[in-house]
């Protein structure tokens, strides 16, 4: 019998994760599969992510697999496109059995209705990436991306990433995480029907109670903190995983 209902987890952009913390978190999908039936990834699992028709990124192999390991063993897997992995398509869903989710959408996590989004583009502010959001998501951005080599890829997107640059920079996402926890509050005080509002993206973990019962949860990510949650009709918990070699 799975000890949690559901577990949550999200940005731990692998690929741009330091060793240790990607070490980690394949431990951890190793325990999920033993530990729940619903795994709800909430963005930026990979740090970078296209589908090609022909070809899969090979630095993603290990966790590719341990995926599809864990559907195999009848473990739900549903993963919100984020920021840095939002170009998910059929190999993900036909080949390895994720649900992809294109939030924000409310649904079911753990016995609660849920307002699940990865956060990028969400609350006051990024005006500017929410108009570039609607052009790299556009089919033409997609046809004209899939034009370039796969190598040629790789390099553009590692220019343009700041992950690696941000390790170790304490509370950097402090700003966007004021405007998510806001977002999440006017969303529960909109909706009572809403008990949770699931959000990542700023890289901070942080779980508060903004009514009885109803809960604001951020996941946080793996980069500086490898931290997941656990949700069930029982409660909600934020942990920690131990990284060995962290440093």
């Given at each position: 019998?799975?000890?949690?209902?559901?577990?949550?987890?999200?940005?731990?952009h692998?690929?741009?994760t330091?060793?240790?913390?990607e070490?980690a978190?394949h431990?951890f999908?190793?325990?999920?599969?033993?530990?729940?039936?619903?795994?709800?990834?909430n963005?930026?699992l990979?740090?970078f992510w296209?589908?090609?028709?022909?070809?899969v990124?090979?630095?993603?192999?290990?966790?590719?697999?341990?995926?599809?390991?864990?559907?195999?063993?009848?473990v739900?897997?549903?993963?919100?496109?984020?920021?840095?992995?939002?170009?998910?398509?059929?190999f993900?869903?036909?080949?390895?059995?994720?649900?992809?989710i294109?939030g924000?959408?409310?649904?079911?996590?753990?016995g609660?209705?849920?307002?699940?989004?990865h956060?990028?583009?969400?609350?006051h502010g990024?005006?500017?990436?929410r108009?570039?959001?609607?052009v790299?998501?556009s089919?033409?951005a997609?046809y004209?991306f899939?034009r370039?080599?796969?190598?040629?890829?790789d390099y553009?997107?590692?220019?343009?990433?700041?992950?690696?640059t941000?390790?170790?920079?304490?509370?950097s996402?402090?700003?966007?995480a004021?405007?998510?926890e806001?977002?999440?509050?006017a969303?529960?005080?909109?909706?009572p029907?809403?008990?949770l509002?699931?959000?990542?993206?700023?890289?901070?973990?942080?779980?508060?109670?903004?009514?009885?019962?109803r809960?604001?949860?951020?996941?946080?990510?793996?980069?500086?903190?490898?931290?997941?949650?656990?949700v069930?009709p029982?409660g909600?918990?934020?942990h920690s995983?131990?990284v060995?070699?962290r440093?």
């Open positions: 019998m799975s000890e949690f209902e559901s577990m949550i987890v999200s940005d731990a692998l690929g741009a330091p060793k240790a913390s070490a978190f431990e999908l190793t325990f999920a599969g033993g530990a729940t039936r619903d795994l709800v990834i963005g930026d990979f740090d296209f589908e090609y028709r022909t070809v990124l090979r630095r993603h192999f290990r966790t590719l697999k341990a995926l599809s390991e864990l559907v195999d063993a009848g739900r897997i549903r993963l919100v496109g984020g920021n840095h992995d939002s170009w998910g398509g059929t993900l869903t036909d080949e390895i059995g994720i649900e992809l294109d924000p959408i409310t649904t079911e996590i753990g609660r209705t849920t307002y699940l989004a956060g990028d583009g969400l609350g990024d005006l500017r990436y108009m570039l959001k609607r790299i998501r089919g033409p997609s004209a899939r370039l080599h796969p190598d040629w890829a553009v997107v590692r220019f343009v990433s700041h992950t690696e941000r390790q170790g920079i304490p509370d996402g402090r700003s966007r004021t405007q998510l806001a977002l999440a509050r969303t529960l005080a909109a909706d029907s809403i008990q509002v699931a959000l990542g993206h700023c890289h901070i973990p942080s779980l508060i109670e903004v009514y009885p019962g809960h604001y949860l951020n996941t946080g990510d793996w980069i500086d903190h490898c931290t997941w949650a656990t069930g029982d909600i918990e934020l995983w131990y060995h070699d440093n």
